[in-house]
């Protein structure tokens, strides 16, 4: 019953792989969020899609791209990973855009360590 | 630029005790301001949220307190048990295209000593 899951929860890779993580959510929301939280805990979004339509693009580098195949799924595709990317990678959604304020639910992360 | 300025970054309170967590922002045009909590491990979670038509908002051992002109708000908690120990986010987002999403704070890491 799990409302925002995401695969894998750990992620251990070499510089230069491509990677992906997996998002889903059973909420029935249309909005969905990637985060990026660092060593020292910052929290700071990357990505917001609404009905599947980019809806929040920070500045991020194009090595990340996110997929969004339907309403209940957004995947995160990483190129040519660098060790600067090591973070915790958050998924989360909610029901409205976020101006409409409304309460965001957070997955359990993916850790990513890149080598 | 840091939008939401939050302190202290870590609390460390005996069991019972209250903590207190402060946040500031700049930009007048934010509207909400909601309150995560971050077990170890675990993704952040909403714990409380105002909005600045009031100055307090209670649920049970947890208060916001929001000074509008200081533009500050603040997360106390009461009667403080080991079980608060996480880290505590503040946020804040207005309706609008640029400022429709949160903002975080840096976190404070609370530790309840028993």
């Known amino acids: 019953d799990t409302a925002v899951s995401q695969t894998p929860k750990y992620l251990v890779t070499q510089m230069g792989n491509d990677k992906s993580i997996k998002c889903e959510q059973n909420l029935g929301h249309d909005t969905m969020y990637w985060y990026k939280q660092d060593s020292k805990k910052f929290l700071k979004i990357m990505f917001s899609?609404?009905?599947?339509?980019?809806?929040i693009n920070e500045t991020v580098p194009n090595r990340f791209s996110p997929k969004s195949p339907d309403k209940a799924h957004l995947n995160l595709h990483i190129n040519s990973l660098e060790l600067g990317d090591s973070a915790v990678y958050f998924c989360?959604?909610?029901?409205?855009?976020?101006?409409?304020?409304?309460?965001?639910?957070f997955g359990p992360g993916t850790r990513l360590l890149v080598l | 630029q840091q939008q939401v300025k939050q302190s202290p970054q870590s609390l460390i309170v005996q069991k019972g005790g209250i903590s207190i967590i402060n946040c500031a922002y700049e930009?007048?045009?934010?509207?909400?301001f909601p309150w995560y909590q971050q077990f170890p491990g675990k993704g952040p979670a909403l714990l409380i949220a105002i909005r600045p038509d009031v100055s307090e908002k209670k649920e049970g051992r947890f208060t916001i307190s929001f000074n509008k002109s200081a533009k500050q708000f603040s997360l106390h908690i009461m009667d403080s048990q080991p079980g608060d120990s996480a880290t505590y986010f503040c946020a804040a987002s207005g309706v609008s295209s640029t400022l429709g999403r949160l903002y975080f704070g840096r976190g404070t890491q609370l530790t309840v000593w028993p």
């Open positions: 930009n007048t045009a934010f509207d909400y």
């Open positions: 899609y609404n009905n599947k339509e980019l809806i």
């Open positions: 989360a959604s909610s029901q409205e855009p976020p101006e409409y304020q409304e309460t965001q639910y």
